[in-house]
Each structure stands twice: as C-alpha cells, then as structure tokens.
C-alpha cells in the first residue's frame, strides 16, 4: 500500500544547537546526579553578555541553574544600563526569583528539555477548514513544511506562532503522492521565529536513535513527544513515537536535534500504542526547491492578525449552573432553518446540557423514531470529534450550517402514484441534500466578523431499510467566532450562508433576537465583573 494510503496524522518543530551550547546551558551532562550548582546572579549575566556570549546561550543558562537575581527596579535599571537585551532580562524575570529568592535547588533539565524550550518557535500550528495539524519553519523567508493532508483543498489556511499570533498563510507546493507541502507566511509577525536545521547525514537517523517531534495533538499547542527510530527505510521512517490527531506535518527530531522527517501516520493493532510513519526528509527537498524558486522576490501573504481562541476555557461551575437551572433555555432558541440548511448556534452551555444532562433523552428518542424519514436537527450531535479539534467548551459561539435531507421529486411522485393506485406497499422513500455547503459570513450590525476558524467538514449518510433510502454526502460549515458578534451593541445581528453553486445565491438571515439574546446570556460567566 502507498505511504499517500496509511496517512493519519503528526506534529513539527525546529533545532540549531551546537555542543558548546547544550553544555553551558546545562553547566553538567544530560542525566547527570543532581548537584549544588553556585546560583547566577546579576553580575553574572552581565559579565556574560560583556564577553560576547549569545542571547540564546544565556537564556539557556538561566533556565537550568539556580538563580538569585535581583529583579526590583534598581536591579532592572543596572541590567538596562549594562546593556543587557530585553530578551534575556524577561528569561531572568521567567525565573521566578528576586532580591533573597531561594535558588531553585535541585531541580536538572536535561539537553532535550533545553531543546525543547527553544525549538518551539520554529514550530507551527497549522489550520485549514478541515482542522488542524503542525508545520515547521525551514527557511528564514517563510517557507513552512507540513503534511499535505492537514491543508488539503481548502481555501482558509492560517499557521499560529503562539496563543496570540495567528496570521494568513498560503500554499505554495504540494504533493499528495508523498503528502508533503510548502507554505509560505510572513515570519516577520512573530520575532521569535527560528529556522529548523535539517540533517543533512546519510542516513539521518540511526536506528535505535532517540527521536522526538514538538506539535500540536488534538487541542494541545506545542507538546514534546519521544520515542526511538525503530526502522530507517529508504523513503520512511517507522518509530514508536506517539502521533495523534493534529500531530500530523510536525517535525520528527534525531538526537542532535536536527529535522530527519514529517510526522505522517500511525498504525495501531489492537490496544497497543502501534507504530508511527515518518516521511524522510529528503522527500521533500525537490517541493522545497521549487518553491524556493517559485517564491522568488515575491512577498508573502500580508501578517494580518487573525482571531484566536480565548486563552480560557469557559468556567465548568458555570456550566453546570446554567445546566441545572429550574427552566433551562429550549432548544428552539439555537436552532432555525433557512431554505435547504438547518442552522445551530452552539455556545458551551448548550454543548454540556446536550451531551451530558439530555443523553438519555436523546437515546430514547432514537429508539422511539428510527423508522422515521428524518430525525429532528440537533446542532450538537456527531460533533464530539469537533469538540476535540476545537477545545471541549471554549470560550466561543460554533455555527453549524447543515444542509437539509428531503425525498427527492421523482421518489415522492413514484411512491404517490403508487399509493393512489392502491398498492399495500410503496417502497422505500430515496433522500438527498437539498444543497452543498461553501462559506458562511456572520455580520453585527454592518460590520463583517471574522471567525477564528472556518470548518468544512463532510457530512456523509447511508441509511437503507424498508422506509428510506439514503445515500449521499455533502459538505456542512462549522464556524467558531467570538462572543461579541452576539453582543447588545450589534442591534442586528446576520448570518448569511453560500452554497456551492456559483448561480446560486447567498441566503440570507437576520438572527431573530431571542436566539441573539439568549447567547449573549450564555457568555455571562465569562465577561469580566464591573
């Protein structure tokens, strides 16, 4: 079976460490017996950086030796004077310490650690409309390697740095042979982006070698993951690193922390943790050429900051409030229809009342009516891989658009003839979407609102007994935006909803005011208290 074939998912990150750094960073070797090490003092950061020893290393140095800085003002402005960098003043203030702190003792970080703390920034979380995955930064211009899977055709891809910079990227090459791709976003954003250094050994990892990736699983940002190169083949590497959902396009490090491959897919048997397939690296340097080449002196997608995820969850005390409030919300104030598409509008206490306080309702109810032509629309149903993808209850409003199921014109009019002719039985109802799913756009007032994430996912059926007959697939839109589209100041809020058909217009809806006020009220918890 082809490597295109066995595709799942993976991670990526970055490395540029020399012997001289790992050593002084760690000031004893990885594994070492934990030892009193002299605390690092102001004096010594600026004694360091008078000789000449880089911001990197420094920075390495107080992040694995005890310190006692004095971090009031008089000793910022001595720092500031000494002309020691911003950079290294907020490692000193990240180290937790100030005048007569307690050195942090006995505490070892080891070189992977040390790795890992800087590697991050050449990582990137990568998004498109089908979900997310990880890319890596491999040229100072932009150039971004990740999986071809993670962007696939969609329009909306984005790469995010950290909690707060999230910027527009495009692709430049693909290959779904290999499922490699390049993309190019403007690094600039984010200063303290770093290049990856790709091992140029032949092979570039020994088997048996200690491997490790940096990516972004399910609803995590830059997790460190280890494991050990098992087997190098000429065109993959198999490892029992662990890959999951989101992992996919990362970077797969060797032991010197230089990039060897692209985190791809994982196989498991059984309840085992199964084995993992990483794309060598050398699979993608033909892509990476041409896009160089491609790229030339052109400009990247302009570094507009797009909307983040809010760095909260929404507060689970206040969902369980809400869920057991004496006369919780209906339901028919989150759903509507508009022409071919049911519309859910999902905030986090829905999503808690849905899945857990309504189970059994739901369950009965499915019993109750599994012969019916077409259970009543529920916006929180089949969602539970969504919730993973986008965070379990953040902070956010989740449209769903799905387009409806009707009896098609040709079944309907058979199986009335059939009726009126008299017949015991009329055969199975055959059902199709009405419609396929584009983009949505959500309006407070006048003003467009920009998601932080546009989904288009599949939404597939296949349904065939003695009442229907359906068989049929189209694409659903799951949009997350920000509270505040649904805010009082709006005075109208609207959703306007594309089908695929180019001849088809977009279909409009002004969200009716109960929906708008009930959503507002579900965000309660989180605005701050005046």
Excluded at 32 to 54: R, Y
Excluded at 111 to 124: G, K
Excluded at 341 to 360: A, K, N, V, W
Aim: charged share 20%.
């Amino acid at each position: 079976m082809g490597l295109g074939r066995r595709l799942v998912t993976k991670m990526s990150v970055t490395l540029q460490a020399t012997v001289a750094v790992a050593i002084l960073s760690l000031g004893f070797l990885s594994g070492a017996v934990c030892q009193d090490v002299k605390a690092l003092t102001n004096e010594d950061v600026i004694g360091l950086v008078k000789v000449g020893i880089g911001t990197e290393v420094i920075k390495a140095k107080i992040s694995t030796t005890p310190s006692q800085f004095n971090t009031s003002a008089e000793g910022l402005a001595q720092l500031k004077a000494a002309g020691v960098p911003d950079e290294i003043v907020v490692a000193m203030l990240g180290a937790g310490s100030g005048t007569g702190s307690t050195p942090r003792g006995r505490r070892v970080l080891d070189a992977l650690s040390v790795e890992y703390r800087r590697l991050q920034n050449a990582v990137v979380t990568v998004w498109s409309e089908t979900g997310h995955g990880t890319g890596f930064i491999v040229d100072p211009r932009g150039l971004i390697l990740t999986n071809q899977h993670v962007v696939g055709p969609s329009d909306y891809i984005a790469v995010q740095f950290d909690a707060d910079h999230k910027i527009p990227a495009r692709l430049v090459e693909a290959d779904p042979g290999k499922d490699v791709a390049v993309l190019w976003a403007s690094v600039a954003a984010f200063p303290e982006a770093l290049t990856a250094t790709i091992s140029t050994a032949k092979p570039p990892v020994e088997e048996g070698e200690r491997v490790f990736t940096i990516g972004s699983p399910l609803s995590q940002r830059k997790i460190l993951t280890t494991g050990t190169a098992s087997k190098v083949e000429e065109h993959a590497i198999i490892s029992d690193i662990n890959i999951n959902p989101g992992n996919s396009g990362g970077p797969l490090f060797n032991s010197a922390g230089e990039v060897v491959g692209l985190t791809t897919f994982s196989e498991q048997a059984g309840h085992g943790p199964g084995i993992s397939g990483i794309v060598r690296i050398e699979e993608a340097f033909p892509l990476l050429e041409r896009a160089r080449s491609r790229t030339g002196e052109g400009q990247p997608p302009e570094a507009v900051l797009l909307p983040v995820e809010p760095s909260t969850a929404f507060p689970l005390d206040a969902i369980k409030t809400a869920t057991g409030a004496a006369k919780p919300p209906e339901l028919s104030a989150y759903v509507f229809g508009i022409h071919d598409y049911d519309i859910g509008i999902i905030t986090p206490p829905l999503m808690f009342r849905q899945s857990e306080s309504q189970r059994e309702a739901l369950e009965s109810h499915k019993k109750r009516s599994k012969d019916s032509k077409a259970e009543a629309f529920n916006p929180t149903e089949s969602l539970h891989n969504w919730a993973a993808y986008a965070g379990a209850y953040q902070a956010v409003v989740t449209i769903r658009a799905t387009p409806k199921l009707r009896e098609t014109f040709l079944s309907s009019l058979g199986r009335g003839l059939a009726a009126a002719g008299g017949a015991a039985y009329v055969g199975p109802a055959t059902m199709r979407f009405k419609s396929d799913f584009l983009k949505m756009e959500l309006y407070c007032g006048s003003k467009l609102v920009t998601p932080i994430q546009p989904g288009r996912i599949a939404h597939v059926i296949d349904v065939r007994n003695q009442f229907v007959k359906a068989t049929d697939a189209t694409y659903e839109g799951v949009y997350s935006y920000p509270s505040e589209a649904f805010a009082p100041t709006c005075g109208q809020v609207t959703l306007k909803v594309f089908p695929v058909k180019a001849s088809e217009a977009p279909i409009v809806k002004v969200v009716e005011p109960k929906t708008v006020a009930q959503v507002w009220a579900d965000f309660e918890p989180c605005r701050p208290k005046q």
